[in-house]
């Protein structure tokens, strides 16, 4: 994570999200979860450090969860009220700048989605259990936060359950206990996260080892056993996408792999750091769900990793892992990047052209044309290139912001240093104004 000491402005698309005066460092929460009564409480212990003197400190949390104590550097709070989605706390004591921020939040409620333009998003209740799916701003549905793609810290997160039901959450599971009808799972995320990419997955789920074990990236599945035998058909090539991808991208940025597949169908697979989220529906046996299982891991370097300090710069996400969809096809037999990228011109050709990619507007921020024309920017850049410098300054990009905040103005800075002639009227064309341009020849 780069050592910047600064505050990122607050998000122009999500004004009321991120908070001022503090960066976090850690959040460590212990979390019960009753499955019948779909009822959560939580304890959030978050450790901060000022970027200024102030007399409160605001945190994002829904107004469904009740605050009942709140201790600011082991002291009660002299006060904190809970209003619009908005946690704010006056300590006892004024903080000088570059002065830690230690606060322990306990609160309960029945957890339920954050409403926006793009639906609802957060903590979901299933049939069985329970999912989070918070892009781009429903972490504050489960647990207090500074909910800012930019705000990233390391995570300690344990989960208390039913015992039949297997819990899930975001890095390495560093212990487990059983006491009679409730289980307690506790995972360390070391690797800095934005709030928005933590995540819970409560189920009836079994654990299974996908690939060799000898694989250089452990990856494994939390599925329904019912859906055993079609997830290692239509999953069967993921240890494939993950050797290529490694290849083309540069090193896996996390410890390890996750794919959970829900027992209930959802609209649309889900990314988490290190972790990505399918419904049953996308587990068919036919592989019909390849070209996403492909998009989602793809987010593990652009998106978890590599995350945008803003969100109008979501295209470095989406148009990334549409990309990958394409290599993969490619690498898997299928129809060729090259071909992949000259059909989504000309299918984008025949819709409205009033879109700009590189600052969509919060509406717009999830509009397909988003993730098609900023692949094509990608495709256009590598055409511009060639590709073994394409591929140079990809490995660049996701080692030099591993873990780290990034933007498209440091993406087009570091890909200057790759072409002899300005790129900047490719960056016009793609990311800057509306009107779809041509793609370069593909010379061969």
């Known amino acids: 994570m780069r050592g910047k000491f600064y505050e990122e402005p607050i998000d122009e698309y999500l004004p009321q999200n991120g908070n001022r005066g503090y960066r976090v460092s850690r959040y460590e929460l212990e979390l019960t979860y009753k499955v019948a009564s779909n009822r959560l409480a939580g304890r959030a212990a978050i450790t901060a450090v000022t970027t200024g003197v102030r007399d ?3 945190f994002d949390l829904s107004q469904a969860l009740a605050v009942a104590k709140v201790f600011v550097n082991g002291t009660k709070a002299a006060k904190y009220t809970h209003q619009h989605g908005k946690l704010v706390i006056t300590p006892q004591q004024r903080i000088p700048a570059g002065g830690v921020l230690g606060l322990v939040i306990q609160y309960a409620g029945i957890p339920k989605p954050v409403r926006g333009p793009w639906g609802d998003v957060g903590w979901e209740e299933l049939t069985e259990g329970a999912l989070v799916a918070s892009q781009p701003n429903g972490a504050a549905s489960w647990f207090p936060c500074d909910d800012h793609p930019s705000s990233k810290a390391s995570y300690r997160i344990s989960i208390t359950t039913d015992t039949p039901y297997y819990a899930l959450a975001n890095g390495t599971l560093v212990g487990k206990q059983t006491k009679a009808s409730q289980t307690t799972w506790v995972y360390e995320q070391p690797e800095p996260m934005s709030s928005y990419l933590a995540t819970i997955q409560i189920g009836p789920y079994r654990k299974h080892r996908i690939g060799s074990p000898r694989r250089s990236v452990p990856m494994q599945a939390i599925i329904p056993p019912r859906l055993r035998a079609d997830f290692d058909h239509d999953f069967e090539r993921q240890p494939k996408m993950m050797e290529l991808f490694t290849e083309k991208f540069g090193p896996y940025p996390f410890e390890g792999y996750t794919v959970v597949i829900t027992d209930d169908e959802l609209e649309i697979p889900i990314e988490a750091q290190g972790i990505s989220v399918f419904g ?6 036919r592989r019909g769900a390849e070209r996403l299982v492909a998009h989602e891991l793809a987010h593990q370097w652009f998106g978890n ?3 945008i300090g803003q969100w109008r710069d979501i295209w470095l996400h989406e148009g990334f892992a549409c990309y990958a969809e394409w290599i993969w096809s490619e690498a898997a037999g ?3 990047a090259d071909q992949l990228a000259r059909a989504a011109r ?13 600052d969509p507007g919060p509406q717009r921020m999830f509009d397909d044309r988003v993730y098609k024309r900023g692949a094509l920017t990608l495709h256009a850049l590598r055409l511009e290139l060639g590709a073994s410098a394409f591929w140079d300054l990809l ?6 912001y591993r873990h780290g905040s990034v933007s498209t103005e440091e993406f087009t800075d570091l890909a200057g240093h790759y072409s002899l002639v300005s790129l900047r009227p490719l960056w016009d064309a793609w990311l800057r104004t509306k009107p779809l341009p041509q793609l370069p020849p593909s010379g061969g």
């Open 56 to 58: 409160r400190f605001a």
């Open 280 to 285: 049953a529906n996308h587990c068919d046996g």
């Open 305 to 307: 990793s590599l995350t």
């Open 334 to 336: 299928g129809p060729t």
């Open 346 to 358: 000309h299918n984008l050709s025949r819709e409205p052209q009033d879109i700009i990619v590189g």
């Open 395 to 400: 490995h660049e990009w996701t080692i030099r």
